[in-house]
């Protein structure tokens, strides 16, 4: 999947909740790079195609 037009953003939440993950290990894989996001007041916004990429087993895109 690649970024597109339809390519959905979501919040923490949202992410945490797709990935079945809790919120340390999420906020742990943004710090580490694992994960690209962008800090969006409070919380963080993530594309749904990054997750994808993430759980494939891609490596982060620098």
Known sequence: ???TEKDLVLTTDEAI???K???P???KYIRLGRI????AGKGW???HSELYRFLKGDQARV
């Not at 690209?36 to 800090?39: D, F, H, N």
């Open 1 to 3: 999947m690649s970024v």
């Open 25 to 27: 290990t999420f906020l």
């Open 17 to 19: 909740e797709y990935l």
């Open 21 to 23: 993950i809790s919120k």
């Open 45 to 47: 916004r993530i594309l």
């Open 36 to 39: 690209k996001a962008i800090k």
